[in-house]
């Protein structure tokens, strides 16, 4: 028997392209887990920004992908083996940051096991209960200092981090504003998630559009470059700014910098960094509060799955072209039984 697994070829100077990454069919019997690891069928993938980052030789919180280095990223899977001494059982199913594989074989310490809440499911995981939805938690809760009746607006606002952020931000008493780059997208957020306004980026009214809403007390951005430079200029005094992430520039060979920062003075405005790597710690608890909103229907997500790991290269670029609504996911195979 085979599976597959999907490396880094090679590097993008700007876009993703078709030779960025390249599959590989290798033998399952050489995957063997030793004492205290595991060997987990992956079920489905998360297709996250960060991606970009991973695959340039830079400096950032995590050190670059290898050439030839199976494509970082966390996954959804069933363990199907168990090494001698390991602390997991055959048929737990887990997550873990496997990358993009069909099979891996990780240590005990690297795997998560995934005890799912009632009213949810496992594949919340990666999206509300993962990483997507634990930044927008972390990232409000402490770059934001949000208070009741305040202004806060939210770029990428129909993505999985930007569309929980959104409704943190409902539930704090702030009055939620938020950018997407479609009619479609504006209408889901107004209409389900219940923001009070939704603005087009990309419509010739924007500017316009913003000014109309008034001045803000809080920016959730995850997509930095033009449409922060033109928040900058929609401060109230004291405004904070969460820098979440910016999608915009993740292609830029060379990234704009800003012309607006100037009003941070005026304003007394502050600007602030995260990783919600750091809040590793107090996942569980956020992971519990947020598993009974979505129990309870008060928090809602969105998948936008694609199908086999062949689809993970093509679907990664689009995170950049706007082409998904909520939380990009692969489907690598069905839930797998396993014999317990
Ligand atoms: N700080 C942390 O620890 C942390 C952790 C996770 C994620 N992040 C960051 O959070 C942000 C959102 O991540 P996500 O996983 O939730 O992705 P996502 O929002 O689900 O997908 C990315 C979205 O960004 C928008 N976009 C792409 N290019 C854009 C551009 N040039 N200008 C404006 N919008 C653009 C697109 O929507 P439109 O159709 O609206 O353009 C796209 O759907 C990213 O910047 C990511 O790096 C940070």
Redesign the pocket.
């Known amino acids: 028997m085979h599976y597959k697994r999907i490396v880094l070829n090679s590097r993008p100077v700007a876009d993703i392209e078709p030779t960025t990454f390249r599959t590989e069919v290798l033998p399952l019997e050489k995957l063997k887990p030793g004492p205290g690891e595991v060997l987990i069928q992956i079920t489905w993938l998360s297709l996250?920004?960060?991606m970009r980052g991973y695959i340039r030789d830079a400096r950032s919180y995590l050190p670059p992908v290898k050439i030839g280095e199976t494509m970082r990223g966390m996954s959804l899977g069933v363990i199907v083996e168990v090494g001698t001494g390991s602390t997991h059982s055959v048929g737990e199913v887990v997550t873990s940051a496997s990358g993009w594989t069909e099979y891996a074989v990780m240590k005990d310490n690297a795997v998560d096991k995934v005890t799912v809440p009632p009213g949810v499911i496992a594949l919340d995981f990666l999206n509300t209960l993962g990483?997507?939805g634990l930044?927008a938690y972390f990232?409000l809760r402490d770059t934001c200092d949000l208070k009741p009746g305040e202004k806060l607006l939210v770029?990428?606002?129909?993505?999985?981090?930007?569309s929980v952020a959104c409704q943190l931000g409902k539930r704090a008493g702030a009055k939620v504003y938020a950018?997407?780059?479609?009619p479609e997208?504006c209408k889901w957020l107004e209409q389900e998630l219940g923001v009070d306004k939704a603005l087009n980026?990309k419509s010739p009214t924007f500017r316009d559009d913003l000014r109309q809403i008034g001045f803000i007390d809080v920016y959730f951005d995850?997509?930095g470059?033009d449409?922060l430079d033109m928040v900058l200029t929609r401060l109230n005094k004291g405004a904070r700014i969460s820098m979440?992430?910016?999608?915009?520039q993740?292609n830029a060979t060379q990234p704009k910098g800003l012309q607006n920062y100037q009003t941070l003075i005026a304003m007394r405005g502050k600007l602030q960094?995260?990783?919600?790597?750091d809040y590793a710690a107090e996942f569980p608890v956020a992971i519990e509060e947020m598993g009974k909103w979505l129990a309870d229907g008060s928090i809602k997500r969105q998948f936008h799955i694609v199908e086999g790991i062949e689809a993970a290269p093509v679907a990664l670029p689009?995170?950049?072209?706007?082409?998904?609504?909520?939380?990009?996911v692969v489907k690598v195979a069905e839930h797998v039984k396993t014999k317990l």
């Open positions: 996250d920004p960060a990483t997507s930044t990232g770029s990428g606002a129909a993505g999985s981090v930007g950018i997407a780059g479609s997208k980026y995850n997509v470059g449409i979440c992430g910016a999608i915009s993740y960094g995260f990783i919600v790597l689009m995170l950049f072209s706007g082409g998904n609504t909520g939380k990009l």
